[in-house]
């Protein structure tokens, strides 16, 4: 079953056997905030029974990371973040995932909620027979009312500031030159 939030149907080209669409009001789809989204697909998952969730790693719109940590903090699941490797065996996820340092290797049981990296698949691309025959798939539509969700925002931004402009530096032929400068400025 394939979740979605957008249009319904472009996921299902992928060979999804069915979708659910939730749609929202017109005019509050920008103002969708990530635990509203976490408590649709907790509504959802709760409905569908699912073994893993997953979920992209950050919004496109308001680049925020979140909705996955959310979803499984309400679920109460265990959590893979930014996965690039999953392989399934024993009733458990071994997740691989990039870190500052490299790669980190996690295990977690099932259910879970993963959110995937761009290195987790290799994108298939639609083609028309696909197209056609997803276009016959059943997609159900329910607002997030029906799931009684209430997506309010309970944020408010205030005002968006660039930060102050930085002065240029200034080069230094060498480092005694520089240790001078540094202190005239106070500091060292």
Request: glycine share 8%.
């Amino acid at each position: 079953v394939l979740f979605d939030l957008s249009s319904g149907i472009n996921a299902e080209y992928g060979g999804a056997d069915r979708g659910i669409h939730i749609e929202v009001p017109k005019g509050t789809e920008e103002n969708l905030q990530p635990l509203a989204v976490a408590k649709i697909f907790a509504k959802l998952v709760e409905k569908e029974k699912p073994d893993v969730v997953i979920l992209g790693k950050q919004a496109i719109d308001d680049d925020s990371n979140q909705t996955t940590q959310l979803l499984a903090g309400i679920l109460e699941w265990p959590q893979g973040t930014m996965a690039s490797v999953v392989e399934h065996s024993d009733g458990k996820l071994k997740i691989t995932r990039e870190v500052d340092g490299g790669l980190e290797d996690i295990s977690v049981n099932l259910p879970a909620v993963i959110s995937a990296d761009l290195r987790l698949n290799e994108p298939r691309y639609a083609t028309l027979p696909n197209i056609m025959k997803a276009k016959k798939k059943k997609i159900e539509k329910m607002s997030p009312e029906d799931l009684g969700v209430d997506v309010t925002p309970r944020l408010k931004v205030l005002k968006v500031v660039d930060p102050p402009v930085r002065a240029a530096g200034d080069k230094v032929p060498d480092v005694a030159t520089l240790m001078d400068k540094l202190k005239e400025r106070g500091h060292i």
